[in-house]
């Protein structure tokens, strides 16, 4: 369902951030991408999630090439992707569940249908009895498992996390990556990025690995090798 | 449709109440750019009255040569009330002259005595004209110094109200024309830093519009809630500048009343109080909403 087809990027004036990278992910599959720090993991997701072009290929998702989406389409091809970040990007003036909320009434989904799904979905995240807190004051496990939530209430084909445990200690860094895996299982394509070598090795899953910009190992139960 | 401006709505609402003190600092500047255009108003006004009072103040006084008898007194009344230009002819006799000197010098005695001590009436009778316009004047001199009057007419007293009265109306006009021009910059300047304000507020919001984006939101969705704030700041800087302009020309119109020739800022402000808060609303709204606008415009380009 996504598909890298020759991928560069290069940003102004001369860096080169991704080198001729090809690859596909399947529907249902559990992906991992590992690489150092400045390897390009964050560029790969920025350019599928076309928030940067990429300099030459093709990206397609579910049988459509990206780069032809039209601007005012694009709300809703972000809406299909559920992401996760390393600073979780909350809405500081909502709280948790309004931040949870707020992805199905950009769908919009009705009333009804918000009172009844954030609730079960700061269930599965196990933050029933936070829900009327703000992200301030909330411990970075918290704000991830949120930020998890609210990337699962849009009903994502995909979610995408960018180095999600990246602020974490091993304990939540655990939790949520057990939380990424229980979502896999219920039938969602995941895509992880990290430079996590204990989860890598622990998740015994396809692992792509990224080195200067380039793909140099794409591997079923992949380990973390550098 | 409904449910996107009911959501666009709360989604304001509580951006503007929890985003705490970036809206406090634009709600402030814009009580003060409207306090500031609101009194550029008042003063307008104020400045209008001081100027019907001075007309109202101008008029010729011709005094009549003392054998000159009342029906001749009252045929070049009749004839000068005849003119297109003239509002009003009063005729002061002898008797009202010399009553009215009686009356203003009524503290004093010596001036009343030697008034006795002459025996006869050494006043003259005179003819107070109003013109309709100020600038008429010229005409009806014409006339009081026409030939045919020159036998009865003893003084005309214009000459040096004139030149009093120029001077005065000269120098408002320039206090009005210099105080709207310096109104006019301070009201431009209020506008420019309600602006930007606004502009700091929102690039402060900036990271949270690029959370939006990601998540998928619509740039309406992510508009919506900024001009429904623009709106609440608006308002609320409406509804308390009209209250401190209130109660500031509550306390300060007995104290400036006599400064204004009369004019009661406080009276005028409230007969004119719906009207005004009116234009403070609409252009409280206005600049909040639009300086939104302008302000979040390049963070929505995708
Ligand atoms: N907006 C940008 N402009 C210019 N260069 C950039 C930009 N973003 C990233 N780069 C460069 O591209 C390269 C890859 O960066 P990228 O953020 O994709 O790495 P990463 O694998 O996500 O690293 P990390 O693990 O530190 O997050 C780096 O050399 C980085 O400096
Ligand atoms: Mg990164």
Redesign the pocket.
């Known amino acids: 369902m996504i598909l890298f087809e020759n991928i560069s990027k290069i ?1 102004k004036p001369d ?1 080169v ?1 991704l080198k001729n990278v090809s690859f596909q992910i399947n529907p249902n599959e559990f992906v991992s991408i590992v ?10 997701i920025k350019l599928l999630l076309r928030e940067e072009p990429p300099t030459t290929g093709r990206i397609v998702y579910a049988g459509k090439n990206i780069a032809e989406i039209k601007n005012k389409d694009l709300p809703l091809f972000r809406q299909k992707i559920g992401c996760v970040f390393q600073d979780y990007r909350l809405l500081p003036h909502k709280t948790v569940f309004e931040n949870v909320a707020y992805a199905m009434e950009l769908m919009g989904a009705t009333d009804d249908e918000i009172l009844s799904d954030v609730p079960r979905l700061l269930e599965i995240v196990g933050l029933e009895d936070r829900a009327k807190h703000f992200p301030l004051g909330l411990s970075g496990g918290e704000k991830q498992r949120t930020a998890i939530a609210r990337a699962l209430a849009v009903r994502p084909e995909v979610i995408i996390a960018d ?1 999600p445990t990246g602020n974490l200690d091993p304990y939540h860094t655990r939790d949520i990556i057990k939380l990424l895996e229980k979502i896999y299982e219920l039938g969602t394509t995941v895509i992880l ?1 990290t ?1 996590d070598k204990v989860i890598i090795n622990s998740l015994g899953r396809r692992v792509i690995t ?1 080195d200067n ?1 380039e793909i140099i190992r794409d591997e079923e139960k992949g380990r973390f090798i550098l | 449709m409904f449910t996107f401006l009911r959501r666009v709505i709360r989604f304001g609402w509580h951006n503007f109440w929890r985003a705490g003190g970036l809206n406090i600092a634009t709600v402030f500047v814009l009580i003060v750019t409207l306090t500031l255009i609101t009194c550029l108003f008042i003063s307008e006004g104020a400045v209008n009255h001081i100027m019907d009072q001075i007309k109202e103040k101008i008029d010729i006084s011709v005094y009549m040569t003392p054998d000159t008898s009342d029906e001749e007194i009252e045929l070049i009344k009749n004839k000068l009330v005849a003119m297109p230009e003239v509002q009003e002819v009063k005729i002061v006799s002898k008797e009202d002259a010399m009553n009215q000197f009686r009356e203003k010098h009524q503290n004093d005695p010596v001036l009343l005595e030697s008034l006795d001590i002459v025996g006869t009436n050494p006043f003259y009778a005179s003819l107070d004209i109003k013109a309709k316009n100020p600038e008429q004047y010229a005409a009806i001199l014409e006339v009081i110094n026409s030939d045919s009057l020159k036998d009865v007419v003893y003084k005309v007293d214009y000459v040096e109200k004139k030149t009093v009265i120029e001077k005065l109306s000269g120098f408002i006009t320039n206090v009005n024309t210099g105080g709207l021009a310096l109104a006019l910059a301070l009201g431009v300047v209020a506008v420019l830093v309600a602006f930007n304000t606004i502009r700091v507020a929102i690039y402060d919001a900036s990271k949270e519009i690029s959370i939006m984006r990601l998540v998928g939101a619509s740039n309406s969705f992510i508009r919506g809630p900024f001009i429904v704030q623009g709106i609440i700041s608006g308002a609320i800087a409406a509804l308390a500048s009209f209250i401190i302009l209130l109660l500031m020309t509550y306390f300060l119109a007995p104290k400036i009343e006599s400064l204004t020739s009369g004019f009661n800022v406080f009276s005028w402000f409230i007969s004119r109080a719906f009207g005004l808060f009116f234009l403070q609303l609409v252009s409280g709204i206005a600049l909040g909403v639009i300086s939104s606008l302008i302000a979040i415009r390049k963070y929505l380009t995708a």
Request: no cysteine; hydrophobic share 20%; proline share 0%.
């Open positions: 940003y860096t951030a690489g150092k720090s400045g390897a390009g993991k964050t560029t790969l180095e990025s430079h990224l910009g």
